[in-house]
T-cell receptor
């Protein structure tokens, strides 16, 4: 059973379109994240949610809107896609309490905007 | 804000030999976690090893070990007896403990490791 799963794994779309990426975790974690990995492989936090509440919004354009219907799901909707949005988007989750734990990552969604 | 620096964009090692990947970080916090993640061509992010800042003992996981120098803010990864399957991008990451439970990972830019047969 996949701990953190994202769909789709690949997404090719035209500029100006709106698209969504879905993420689900079955680990019972309280916190979920979206990270973006650019073409140079640099990974950066975009958002974090804690029990459906937005905690971190790291200067992301407001064309990106995360939604967390429950603590096991965190979706990412992107409006008016631009060429610069092409990247790999990773969903991750971790437990709420600080401790000897790491973030568990999904397999990533490679978004290509043409 | 915390920053993580990996000064080696690429490294190579012969199979069965040992290689060390460098990582330095900048923080004003005293408690935090440090991680090394591996990203093979499959794209999956895999935890290699973690280190708690309050522990003086260096973490080890089988062939992987770290040299954690808290005063120098250095966290290098040593891979012993390198195997072909170790070829991947390696990311050093910092995690704060002071964000109300929603600690984010701050990543370095990665080191691409090639293992030569």
């Amino acid at each position: 059973d996949t701990a953190v799963s994202q769909t789709p794994k690949y997404l090719v779309t035209q500029m100006g379109n709106d698209k969504s990426i879905k993420c689900e975790q079955n680990l019972g974690h309280d916190t979920m994240y979206w990270y973006k990995q650019d073409s140079k492989k640099f990974l950066k936090i975009m958002f974090s949610y804690n029990n459906k509440e937005l905690i971190i919004n790291e200067t992301v354009p407001n064309r990106f809107s995360p939604k967390s219907p429950d603590k096991a799901h965190l979706n990412l909707h992107i409006n008016s896609l631009e060429l610069g949005d092409s990247a790999v988007y990773f969903c991750a989750s971790s437990p709420l309490f600080p401790g000897n734990t790491e973030a568990f990552f999904g397999q990533g969604t490679r978004l290509t905007v043409v | 804000a915390q920053t993580v620096t990996q000064s080696q964009p690429e490294m190579s090692v012969q199979e069965a030999e040992t290689v060390t990947l460098s990582c330095t970080y900048d923080t004003s916090e005293s408690d935090y976690y440090l991680f090394w993640y591996k990203q093979p061509p499959s794209r999956q992010m895999i935890l290699v090893i973690r280190q708690e800042a309050y522990k003086q003992q260096n973490a080890t996981e089988n062939r992987f070990s770290v040299n954690f120098q808290k005063a120098a803010k250095s966290f290098s990864l040593k891979i012993s007896d390198s195997q072909l399957g170790d070829a991947a991008m390696y990311f050093c990451a910092y995690r704060s403990l002071t964000q109300g439970g929603s600690e984010k990972l701050v990543f370095g830019k990665g080191t691409k490791l090639t293992v030569n047969p």
